[in-house]
């Protein structure tokens, strides 16, 4: 980018263009303040998104935690039971399954 009589004059690496900014430039406070609310306006519709959705985050979360209670308590009795099963099988050499 060069600057060039209070604007500036674009140019792009791939195709060699010249784009010349230096006639339409009404301030020089435009592009700092255009660049502001561009970079600002994602994160205001992010935090209205999740400021609505607040309440079905908290919902689905309720759900999971449920699921999760009963993941563990599946997940330790097929641990327990697995344990079972070894432990007669290896160490008591009873032959459990076939």
């Known amino acids: 980018m060069t600057i060039h009589g209070g604007g500036f004059i674009l140019v792009t690496a791939s195709s060699n263009v010249l784009i010349d900014h230096t006639n339409g430039v009404a301030s020089h406070a435009a592009i700092p303040a255009i660049y502001g609310i561009a970079t600002g306006l994602p994160v205001l519709v992010f935090a209205v ?32 039971l697995a344990g079972i099963l070894y432990s007669l099988t290896y160490i008591f050499g009873i032959p459990v399954l076939g």
């Open 49 to 80: 998104l999740i400021a609505t959705g607040v309440r079905r985050v908290g919902a689905a979360f309720d759900r999971l935690t449920a699921i999760e209670l009963w993941a563990r308590r599946i997940t330790g009795a097929a641990f327990i």
